[in-house]
């Protein structure tokens, strides 16, 4: 599992993710950021085309030091100055705390370990007033799509990274202190229980 999650599974996360559907989720939100950005699992870079004018510099945390390579190449030529931190997303972030003005989190709330420490870690990041952008699959509402991410989740776990399929996005949001003041909520096409999507906006309060 050690060669695979080294350097397979970073190759495999970087052309699944690659898809038009959450291509076009991406440019939905990530314009949206503004001033200096801190992107959780900022993974191969996927979201750096999607930054506007409007964003200072861009401070992406990701343990992956093969995805961190994957996303330097897409650096080139971007307008956006961007500062890579090789760590976990739970590991304490003291340097930035109240420095931050947007958050950026994509398809990454389901690997992180303990994701609530992490996303009271962003909190404390932020400006107060400050904004986090969320694109993530989570549990679905429907029960007979739900119990199927409970079955799946331990075995999708060890292939995938640490997915998990069935956390509750929203609920994790506001458990760590957020306030969230927009929520979308929809299937992706595929299979159902690998793509119920929360995209949305909350602010710490």
Not at 68 to 88: D, G, H, Y
Request: net charge positive; hydrophobic share 40%; proline share 6%.
């Amino acid at each position: 599992m050690g060669l695979y999650r080294k350097y397979v599974l970073p190759r495999l996360i970087d052309l699944a993710m690659r898809n038009k559907d959450a291509g076009r989720l991406r440019a939905v939100w990530i314009p949206r950021a503004r001033g200096e950005v801190l992107e959780i699992g900022i993974g191969s870079g996927l979201n750096l085309p999607f930054y506007s004018a409007a964003v200072q510099r861009v401070r992406g945390v990701d343990p992956s030091a093969e995805l961190q390579q994957i996303a330097r190449k897409r650096t080139i030529e971007r307008r956006v100055p961007v500062e890579f931190l090789l760590q976990s997303a739970e590991e304490p972030l003291l340097a930035l705390e109240e420095s931050i003005d947007t958050v950026v989190v994509t398809w990454t709330l389901c690997s992180i370990p303990n994701a609530l420490k992490a996303l009271e870690s962003m909190k404390k990041a932020l400006r107060k007033g400050g904004h986090l952008i969320f694109i993530e699959h989570g549990r679905a509402p429907d029960t007979r799509v739900s119990l199927w991410q409970d079955r799946l989740t331990p075995l999708w776990k060890r292939i995938a990274g640490g997915c998990h399929l069935n956390r509750k996005v929203d609920e994790l949001i506001s458990q760590a202190g957020f306030q969230i003041v927009e929520l979308e909520t929809s299937y992706l096409p595929g299979p159902r229980p690998m793509t119920y999507i929360y995209q949305g906006l909350a602010q710490r309060v």
